[in-house]
């Protein structure tokens, strides 16, 4: 007997292809079985590939009228002859390794480097404008809050008038505590206005 393509046997008594018995993880024996003329085994099938895929494939990468530098071709085929066998995922940390080396082999100026430095001068920048902008903001800060009391002085009075007309029956407890703090409330914008006046 000779062996043809992966499994399949020929017999030479018959000329009959056939697939020999063999032993199941289990320990039971599978039959012999026979493989009628042109079988090729299911490892050897070639993946079918549509019409479109195929011409696709056979369509060049570059533009038309564009025609690469054989030097690049060359660097090229030699960059992937040292990925050759590598899975996608090693080739890509491969390749990261590659750059981490140059780049520390440039004394670590990379663009990365220079990026950050540019945003610690520009982060300065901002600083010195926000600072000058704060001495600004400082006289017109206790004018912002005399707004803002003078504003919920105004809630509380409104409140106050809508139960003292009977509009609102029942206050609840939220409505209770801001009129409560009517008489705080008066003090702080007494004292702001203090502030603001000289």
């Not at 080739?91 to 590659?98: F, G, L, M």
């Not at 990379?110 to 704060?134: D, R």
Request: net charge positive.
């Amino acid at each position: 007997m000779s062996k043809n393509m992966a499994e399949a046997v020929t017999d030479d008594v018959t000329g009959e292809k056939f697939i020999p018995a063999s032993q199941r993880p289990d320990g039971t024996w599978r039959k012999a079985r026979r493989v009628k003329q042109g079988y090729v085994p299911q490892e050897e099938v070639p993946v079918y590939e549509s019409k479109g895929t195929q011409w696709m494939k056979s369509k060049p990468t570059l533009p038309p009228g564009f025609y690469p530098d054989p030097e690049e071709q060359v660097k090229q085929m030699s960059e992937e002859d040292k990925y050759a066998g590598m899975s996608k995922a090693a080739k890509k940390n491969a390749k990261r390794k590659e750059k981490k080396k140059q780049q520390q082999g440039d004394g670590g100026a990379g663009p990365i480097t220079q990026g950050l430095e540019q945003v610690n001068i520009s982060n300065q920048s901002q600083e010195a404008k926000i600072n000058n902008g704060q001495s600004q903001d400082s006289t017109s800060e206790p004018a912002k809050k005399l707004k803002g009391l003078k504003k919920k002085l105004r809630q509380i009075e409104d409140l106050e008038a809508k139960i003292e007309s009977g509009e609102l029956a029942k206050p609840d407890k939220t409505q209770l505590d801001k009129i409560k703090r009517k008489t705080e409330i008066l003090k702080e914008i007494r004292e702001l206005e203090k502030q603001v006046g000289s």
